[in-house]
């Protein structure tokens, strides 16, 4: 496998990336503390104590000064190996303990970051690529190519604690745009299948948005950020802790005048959170509201249309626009059962979810309308227990979702693609998921983790227009048809096996072997095209492994991971405009994520991935062969550097060089995109106690490039990057 990755990469990247990984090994086993010579429980009490959570600490904790809680948070970090996290496990667990992936990205980095858009913070983390289209919307790659189409959300599963910010059958690509990502407490991703704990979905990666603990004290400001083409955002936090109550607000509005003509958005999010805590209860109850209005600029065409000044700021489609609102509420019970054997937690979590979209399908050459929405009300519970050896949580997860679409076109295009209404459907989901997941503390430097989850779900179809043919009697080879209603049922058992060795206290190996799964899109079910009377899908499967290494040496942290996963049952339109599910795929890679502190005030990070995604049979996507050809917009490497120098507590800079590689733009691989290198540039600077000075320069040398390059319908399509822009914020610190 490493031999494979390294022949994936030219000789100079694959100099640069192989130089780093020497560097790390040779850093990594060098010999290290000895380990302790404990007993084996020792390795479970351990790991109990990164799980449980002192409520009457945190109530302490916010009972003390402002100030001396926030010193200590800024200037006391875990070491890199303690670094909690929940989405790898559903539960707060030190990174140590995980046989997964897992990136995090701190509420310090967002800060400093400041994105405008969430690609601008995804950046950073290996393997992962959010493409950004237009304004907020955007198409994503985890260890994976950027997917598109009807089912592509659906390789991934998008949540807010644990929630996801859509239903399974129901998602859409841009979704991480209805959560609040710019002020949350951290932002973890998952690299690789995650269906074990959160079903369906979660294929070839997982991100995860959390929310802040409002007992543990936070900056309460005000902040108003301007900057090009009559860009603002203006943005507001607080907080208050009385007795075992604690109560938070955070929200932000931002305006975007737009870079292409006739385009532009507004955009406003909310957070409201209440938690309680007594004794070992503990309750967190969150409401979490988007709405963006969204006037959108098409693609750019011609081959480097990119680069010539003439044609950046055009925009064909002055008429696009999406308008899309959502709103998520939960409750997070908690009880805590210490004993004196064993400790147990069980947490339930009751929720609602509401989303609505409308947005012109400016993509298409007859520009259809599309409406949908749907509403959802589940539950989520685990109950976990640790004793001895072992450590072990389960659960299940029901879900009862609505939704509907509705598709329809104003204006005459031809007779096989009408004007009037192609679409407007109802279904109606039920989906149940028990799941367990067991560590095994088998010796004291070594872990076994075992997990097994099912997923049921039941898709109930109503069609509230006439079956068959959308055309008028007598039309040949219609474009759109509505098949009869229908209730159709998905099953997927998805198992996941762990290993964890602790080589010295500085350094751990992990492997893991594990399979993803998603349902079929409801559009891939009920969107039928030429013809297509059934769509005879089943579920899409991936099964990965992956072996890493990460740990710490003095200054200097590392995180290792090599990867090869196969895909199969791939949903995709095939050349007649029909759904199959029979493409299979394959995915190699190897990640990297490094940094060093030279001193207190200079510090190197660097993190990417070299990979190849390829089709590992013949789909019948073009009327040619495509078997072993690179999957299209799949970059086989990129690397993320971060310079950044703090010579006072009132003054931080950090110089960021990202490159994406080279990428094919369809599936017989005849057109590309050759890549680009950016720098941006960002500092801060304290002004006195209460003020802070932003500034954010992208694009330091003004270099031309896409955002996204395409190809489709004959030419080359490309949503342009924008030029060197600089950004300001002036930050009130309230508390």
Not at 176 to 191: H, K, M, P, Y
Not at 258 to 264: A, D, F, L, T, V
Not at 392 to 400: A, C, K, N, R, S
Not at 462 to 470: E, K, P, T, Y
Request: aromatic share 10%.
């Amino acid at each position: 496998m490493i031999r494979r990755i390294l022949q994936l990469v030219s000789p100079q990247v694959s100099g640069r990336v192989l130089s780093l990984v020497l560097a790390s090994l040779v850093l990594a086993l060098v010999p290290q503390h000895s380990l302790a010579t404990d007993a084996k429980t020792d390795a479970s009490a351990d790991l109990n104590a990164g799980l449980k959570t002192d409520a009457n600490a945190k109530v302490k904790q916010a009972s003390r000064p402002a100030s001396e809680t926030k010193h200590t948070a800024q200037t006391i970090k875990p070491r890199p190996l303690e670094v909690l996290t929940i989405t790898a496990s559903r539960q707060a667990m030190a990174i140590k303990h995980n046989s997964t992936s897992i990136s995090v990205v701190d509420e310090h980095q967002l800060q400093a970051i400041g994105h405008q858009h969430i690609n601008q913070t995804l950046a950073r983390v290996p393997g992962s690529w959010i493409s950004r289209g237009n304004g907020q919307e955007h198409l994503s790659a985890i260890r994976s190519p950027v997917l598109t189409g009807a089912g592509a959300c659906g390789a991934f599963f998008m949540a807010e604690d644990g929630i996801s910010l859509r239903a399974a059958g129901f998602c859409n690509v841009n979704q991480l745009f209805d959560t609040n990502t710019e002020q949350a407490s951290r932002i973890e991703v998952i690299r690789g299948p995650g269906s074990v704990l959160y079903g369906a979905n979660a294929v070839h990666g997982t991100i995860n948005i959390i929310s802040p603990d409002m007992f543990v004290p936070r900056d309460e400001y005000l902040s108003q950020e301007i900057g090009p083409d009559n860009y603002w955002r203006s943005s507001v936090s607080t907080q208050s802790v009385k007795n075992n109550h604690a109560l938070g607000v955070y929200a932000n509005a931002s305006h975007d005048g737009g870079y292409q003509e006739g385009s532009g958005y507004e955009q406003q999010k909310l957070n409201l959170v209440h938690q309680y805590m007594q004794d070992a209860f503990s309750v967190k109850s969150m409401l979490s509201t988007s709405h963006i209005n969204q006037q959108t600029a098409g693609f750019i065409r011609g081959k480097f249309a990119y680069k010539d000044e003439a044609l950046k700021r055009q925009n064909s489609n002055p008429e696009a626009f999406r308008h899309s609102q959502s709103w998520r509420a939960y409750s997070r019970l908690s009880w805590e059962m210490p004993g004196s054997e064993q400790d147990s937690e069980l947490n339930i979590t009751p929720y609602l979810r509401y989303n609505k979209m409308t947005f012109l399908q400016h993509y298409f050459p007859w520009q259809p309308e599309e409406d949908n929405s749907h509403r959802s009300m589940g539950i989520k519970s685990v109950y976990s227990q640790h004793q001895g050896e072992f450590s072990w949580h389960g659960g299940l997860d029901l879900e009862f979702t609505q939704g509907q679409l509705q598709e329809t076109q104003k204006g005459a295009f031809s007779a096989s693609i009408p004007q009037g209404a192609h679409y407007d459907y109802r279904v109606d989901s039920r989906s149940m998921s028990p799941f367990v997941d067991v560590d095994w503390f088998a010796t004291q430097v070594l872990t076994v983790n075992l997990g097994v989850r099912y997923d049921h779900i039941v898709y109930d179809y109503d069609n509230r227009l006439s079956s068959g043919s959308a055309c008028d009697l007598g039309v040949s080879n219609c474009r759109f048809y509505r098949p009869e209603d229908e209730t159709r049922n998905f099953g997927h058992w998805s198992p996941r096996l762990g290993l964890v060795y602790q080589v010295n206290e500085q350094l751990n190996l992990y492997g893991e072997l594990a399979q993803g799964f998603r349902a079929p899109h409801t559009s891939e079910l009920y969107r039928l095209q030429a013809g297509q009377i059934s769509a005879d899908l089943d579920t899409e499967q991936l099964t990965s492994i992956q072996f890493g290494l990460r740990g710490y040496l003095d200054s200097f942290s590392y995180e290792l991971s090599l990867y090869q996963m196969h895909k199969s049952h791939f949903i995709f339109q095939d050349s007649q405009s029909q759904y199959v599910g029979n493409g299979e795929t394959q995915h190699l890679g190897f990640e990297f994520s490094l940094s060093y502190a030279f001193n207190d005030q200079w510090m190197l990070s660097l993190g990417g991935s070299v990979a190849e995604h390829e089709y590992a049979n013949d789909l019948r996507l073009i009327d040619e062969s495509i078997e072993g050809n690179q999957i299209d917009t799949a970059p086989k490497e990129m690397l993320n550097t971060r310079v950044s120098w703090t010579p006072s507590t009132n003054l931080q800079l950090e110089l960021e060089w990202q490159h994406l590689g080279e990428y094919y733009l369809n599936p017989e691989n005849s057109a590309s995109y050759p890549g680009h290198d950016l720098l941006h540039l960002r500092g801060q600077v304290q002004i006195s106690d209460k003020l802070a000075l932003s500034l954010r320069l992208n694009n330091v040398l003004d270099k031309d490039y896409a955002e996204r390059a395409d190809f489709a319908f004959g030419s080359y399509r490309y949503f342009v990057g924008q030029p060197r822009s600089v950004f300001l914020t002036l930050r009130y610190q309230m508390d």
